[in-house]
């Protein structure tokens, strides 16, 4: 039987091209070497987001004054949960694939020519590839014996203490988390700051906060070792040598190009990524590749539109990507997303005139709404609890093309975070019901 996609991948790229070629009556063959689901699934976005939120509420009551509550953790309890949430999570990803006609095989799948692959010793033709192998962390070269996101996350217990090398997305996401918990967080950073892809206005909250909760930074420094006896020794560039439980490396993940037969069709590349054009479409005619592994940004719901967009081109549509609306969220303290991108025309609205906010025992952060001169939205930047919800609020305004107005004159809830987006946008033409500012 001729399939009319064999999938490599059975992540949220892979999980969504099968998917969506169903819905469009065409019959996809996955192939997924793990667990269904990938590495978001199984060992990132949602386990990382599960342990934020577990951290997040023992450190909210903590912090919340005029209450004092103790409280114990049992990891191996709570990894059960974890575990069972997720296993209902991908069985249900899994089943809905097949509910379309797709077909799951589990296996390593190794591609013999742009028409075939090989899987448990049996070859299965298709009349498209779509290559969905995702990405794996970056390694330091020399320090083999640490921790990354998928043993962190699947601890038995709380690290006393715990040194995390890279102050990227999931070194401040995880070391937030874990200093909540309980551990004593230190984060080795290369460059002068954390989060070096994000503007210093914005993660300044974070930095301080981070440092209110007492982790320690540790900025422009150069890790030379890491040797394991009883628990860890970092040693830095600098002659200094630190000591922890534990050492996590999160320093970048890099596309997973390898393993899996791409030099039999050998298509052409940009960097370590699969060169895609807008169609998803790499230089191998019929092979496709989306997600983690065709190119930035590597983030899960990046791989979920371009799986759309390569099982439309793949069931005879015409569909082309288009990224200006992106979003990108840290799930720091205070959280920070952004989307779009920054023109030099808006105002600030401190996280501070928010009453729901402050009700919540949150005052530091901002919302920010970038505008062009006609006060075309273009993009906007929020530092604040939730922020991860309220900037698709965004994203549609630049999809569809709206004014600031159109965002200032919508009633928005009361009270609600999204009132800032709301006084954001009306910042952007000076009328700011709850904040004058000095611009
Ligand atoms: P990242 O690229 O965000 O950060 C890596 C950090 O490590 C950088 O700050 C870099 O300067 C630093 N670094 C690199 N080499 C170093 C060294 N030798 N010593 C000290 N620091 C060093 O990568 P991260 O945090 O590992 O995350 C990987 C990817 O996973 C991200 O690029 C993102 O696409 C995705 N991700 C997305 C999340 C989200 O959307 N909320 C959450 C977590 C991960």
Redesign the pocket.
Known sequence: MEYDAIILGGGPGGYSTAIRLGQNGKKALMIEADKVGGECLNY??IP?KAVIEMADAIAYLKEMPGVSSSVTIDMKKWQEWKWGMINKLTSGVEKLVKSYGGEVVMGRGVIENSRSVKVNNETFSAKNIVIATG?I??R?KGIDDVYY?KNILDVDHIPKSLII?????????LGTAFAKLGSEVTI????PN????TDTDLSRFVDRRMSTLGIKVIVG???DRVTKEAGYSVSLSDGNVLKAELVVM????QPNTQGFGLEKINPEMDGKFIKTDKRKRTSVEGVYAVG?VSGQ????HKAFYDAEIAADNISGKNAEVDYRAMP????SDPEIATTGIKTDKFNNIPLATNGRALGMNYNQGVFRIYVDNEFVIKGGAFVAPRASELISEISLAVEAGLTSKDLGMTVHPHPTLSEGVKEAAEATYGRSLHYKSSR
Do not use: H, Q
């Open positions: 990132g976005c990382s990405s962390p970056s330091i996101n090398i890279g102050g990227g997305y999931i070194g401040v996401e080795i950073e290369m460059m954390i989060l070096p892809g420094a150069k890790v999160t320093v970048g993940r983690d940004p590597m983030l899960a990108f969220v840290i799930y």
